[in-house]
Each structure stands twice: as C-alpha cells, then as structure tokens.
C-alpha cells in the first residue's frame, strides 16, 4: 500500500481481518473458492480499482468447475434465498412482477437450466423483471460455450458490485 493512499474504510478493514474472516467475506461475495483465495493473496490492496482489477483478473482464470462452484452460490432469478439480503437487494427488479411475470420466469429458469445444467446467471441490479425474462429468452439460444463466457462476464460484474459494496461499507 502506498502512503499517499487511504484506502476507503471497509476496504481498510478487509485488508486487516484474519485470513479466515477475510475468506469468508470473498466467499460471500463468489462461491468460488479458487477466485476467493486468489484475491486473498493479493492483499493488502490500496484502492477499490485494485481490488476489482484483481477480481477480473482471477475470474478470467476460472476452470469450467471453478464457474460451477461459484453459480452454486446464486439463487434462480425472481427466487431469492430467505433471509439473504443480498440476492433480494440484487434481484429487486422482480420484487414486484406480477404472476404472470414470475411464472415465465420460473418456466425460463427451469429451462435454462435443463439446457446449461445451472442457473441462469445475470448481473440483475438494476434490470427490470422483464428485462431479466427477456435475457433468459435471448441466451436460451446460446451454444454451451458461447453462455459459459457470457455466465462469466456476468459474473464479473455481479463480484464488482459485491466488492465495492464491500470496500466502501462503513
């Protein structure tokens, strides 16, 4: 860490937690224990730009398993896990939908993941219920590999939020 540098109060205190905390918290963020080890190696970091470069770095190297284990750790679209404020903050774009709406998404869900043989995976914050419908529709379509690629950019983006949420948290 340079001396000029402060880095924002959260991030401060994920670079001090012990290594098993500090664990934890990347595990809440992505599933996947090979990016989370990863960017626990990498501390101290001295900014959130650092932090989310090393997350891209790291999930640019994930295995086909390593990408499993971190979509095990997402809920389906417009089903988030109780009590997880997470996935319900995430997916607010649902919150509302009417039945209509919910029932093409759980359609969508169980298809896609009949296909792929994992959840849809989308960044959500932000979209609306019919946009995250619309999405499923559209990748459906995809060649296995051409949706693993598009899962792992979606996961990136999903880790970037996590992360600042995580690094500005007071």
């Known amino acids: 860490m340079t001396s000029t540098s402060v880095p924002p109060p959260g991030l401060a205190r994920f670079n001090a937690l012990q290594e098993p905390a500090a664990l934890a918290a990347l595990l809440e963020a992505c599933a996947s224990t090979a990016w989370a080890r990863r960017l626990l190696a990498g501390r101290p970091y001295d900014s959130v730009e650092t932090l989310c470069a090393a997350s891209d770095a790291a999930m640019a190297d994930l295995t086909a398993a390593d990408l499993e ?24 774009g649902m919150a509302g939908a009417g039945e209509e709406l ?7 869900n169980l298809a896609y993941q009949e296909k792929f043989g994992h959840v849809f995976l989308i960044c959500a914050t932000g979209l609306t219920g019919e946009r995250m419908r619309d999405a499923v529709r559209e990748r ?31």
């Open 102 to 108: 919910r029932a093409q998404m759980l359609e969508l």
């Open 69 to 92: 284990e971190a979509m095990a750790g997402h809920p389906p679209i417009g089903r988030p896990r109780p009590g997880d404020p997470t996935s319900a903050r995430e997916q607010r």
């Open 140 to 170: 459906i379509g995809n060649a296995p590999e051409r949706e693993r690629e598009i899962v792992r950019t979606e996961l990136g983006k999903i880790n970037r939020i996590r992360l600042v949420r995580l690094a500005e948290d007071d």
